[in-house]
């Protein structure tokens, strides 16, 4: 008996000793909290305006034909997400594919625009797999569709209205979606003048509505959210996949269905590519990383940048770099308004880099030459800004000059940067690999602008603050 039990205690240590390692203490939990119930912001008298000032834009003798994505295979008998295309969107609210719209003057010579869609119907098969969708009915109530049909109908509608005669153009963007274009170009009938619908759409878009303002910064909130938790967890050893595992808890605890586009946890000697989405490398002590993260809330994007010391404290070759990048942002803000050119922000931030990066000895050679021969792009290879809204990179039609102009109630993201690659003999060797680039995105208002990611720090002392 005595042998028995001393067996059993024998197995016990040995059984508890071998998960002592294993074993993990209760922590506080300290998730982050949900800033916003997830809504769909959606008004449609405020499409139908948009389609109102479409239709008085092109002439009487022509129609809107505005297609949305296709559903794209992924692999097997999986597909990709779909997400609607932005100017179809933009025009009907409408996010479910495998849908049309044609818009035009509801009677010759009149300021009012008329609605037809076309969109899925289900059977009780379909929707019992599927779910259920709008289907023409729904079309009609709920997006101010005039008339409604199933997909199905499409080719024998469109064919009617161009054998019509009252045609001659059509403005349609035919390239989003090739299954439903082959529709329309074998609906048999005389397809008159095609011109591409997105320039005139692209103009509507760049002047933001108080919906659309708000719906942008949820989505820098639920960003900046990210961010804040994100800088916490890094540290050496850490891998790039684990903090973008952080942004995109902060984004599904809020009932974002996506970024705006693919994360960019980018660092060591990743942070020289600019457009990195691999995030699989471990991340080393003294190296930084780029972070450059956007939410999309409502199909509205934020994106924002920050570049992060690994250890949570910058080195001084890191320092310089970071604040001439600060320095650039801060002067190009404080200028920032509606009616200045993108241009001449985008001379003066270029300017003070390559005055900093010479005074300071970071780079050689001789202002002038490097401009004039075009090395500058070598240290500022990308633009300073670019408006955000339904697209991380929204549209910005030039002017009839060919100048891009800033305007009251656009949003744009400034983004200035410095990149020094390893083994560019025009850069000082103990600056190779250290880069910045800082983004914010910003409102243009009738008196200035308004950062709206204002709440997330970028000057080095708060950023080593919140990562310790």
């Known amino acids: 008996m005595e042998k028995i039990k001393l067996l059993l205690v024998t197995f016990l240590i040995v059984l508890f000793g071998s998960c002592s390692d294993t074993i993990v203490e209760p922590v506080e939990n300290n998730l982050p909290v949900q800033l916003?119930?997830?809504?769909?912001?959606?008004?449609?008298?405020?499409?139908?305006v948009r389609r109102d000032v479409l239709i008085n834009i092109i002439p009487n003798n022509s129609f809107a034909l505005v297609f949305t994505n296709d559903i794209y295979l992924r692999n097997g008998d999986i597909n990709y997400e779909f997400r609607p295309a932005s100017n179809f969107f933009y025009l009907t609210g409408f996010?479910?594919?495998?849908?049309?719209?044609?818009?035009?003057?509801?009677?010759?010579?009149?300021?009012?625009?008329?609605?037809?869609?076309?969109?899925?119907?289900?059977?009780?098969?379909l929707t019992q797999w599927l779910g259920p969708v709008y289907g023409p009915e729904g079309a009609m109530e709920y997006f101010y569709a005039d008339t409604a049909y199933g997909i199905g109908e499409f080719q024998s509608v469109i064919s009617s209205i161009i054998n019509s005669g009252l045609y001659q153009s059509i403005y349609c963007n035919p390239e989003v979606n090739q299954t439903l274009a082959d529709l329309f170009y074998n609906c048999g009938a005389n397809i008159p003048s095609e011109i591409d619908i997105n320039?005139?759409?692209?103009k509507q878009r760049v002047i933001k509505s108080p919906i659309e303002i708000n719906a942008i910064q949820k989505a820098v909130?639920?960003?900046?959210?990210?961010?804040?938790q994100a800088m916490k967890y890094i540290e050496p050893g850490k891998y790039e996949y684990e903090v973008e595992a952080i942004f995109d808890y902060v984004l599904t605890i809020n009932g974002c269905a996506r970024t705006a586009f693919p994360a960019i946890i980018a660092s060591g000697p990743n942070i020289n590519i600019l457009h990195y989405t691999a995030n699989k490398s471990e991340m080393q002590n003294g190296d930084l990383v780029m972070i450059d993260y956007g939410a999309e809330y409502g199909y509205y994007a934020a994106d924002i940048t920050r570049t992060l010391p690994v250890n949570g404290k910058y080195t001084t070759e890191q320092i310089t770099i970071y604040n001439i990048v600060l320095e650039s942002l801060n002067?190009?803000?404080?200028?920032?308004?509606?009616?200045?050119?993108?241009?001449?922000?985008?001379?003066?931030?270029?300017?003070?880099?390559l005055d900093r990066l010479l005074e300071k000895g970071i780079i050689t050679g001789n202002k002038a030459e490097i401009i004039s021969?075009?090395?500058y792009r070598q240290y500022i290879p990308a633009g300073l800004a670019h408006p955000v809204g339904l697209d991380a990179h929204d549209p910005f039609p030039a002017e009839n000059n060919g100048d891009k102009i800033l305007k009251e109630n656009m949003v744009m993201a400034f983004e200035p940067h410095i990149y020094l690659y390893e083994g560019d003999q025009t850069v000082n060797p103990n600056y190779w690999n250290v880069s910045a680039r800082i983004e914010d995105v910003v409102l243009i208002t009738n008196t200035g602008i308004q950062i709206l990611s204002s709440t997330l720090p970028n000057r080095i002392g708060e950023i080593e603050a919140m990562m310790k």
């Open 36 to 48: 916003y119930p997830y809504e769909t912001i959606y008004d449609a008298e405020t499409f139908k």
């Open 95 to 125: 996010d479910e594919p495998s849908a049309v719209a044609i818009i035009r003057k509801k009677i010759s010579g009149s300021n009012e625009s008329e609605l037809i869609m076309f969109v899925e119907e289900r059977n009780s098969v």
């Open 331 to 353: 002067t190009v803000l404080n200028d920032a308004a509606a009616g200045v050119s993108y241009y001449e922000l985008y001379y003066l931030n270029r300017d003070i880099i």
């Open 199 to 202: 320039e005139l759409v692209d």
């Open 221 to 228: 909130d639920v960003s900046v959210q990210a961010f804040s």
């Open 373 to 375: 021969s075009g090395r």
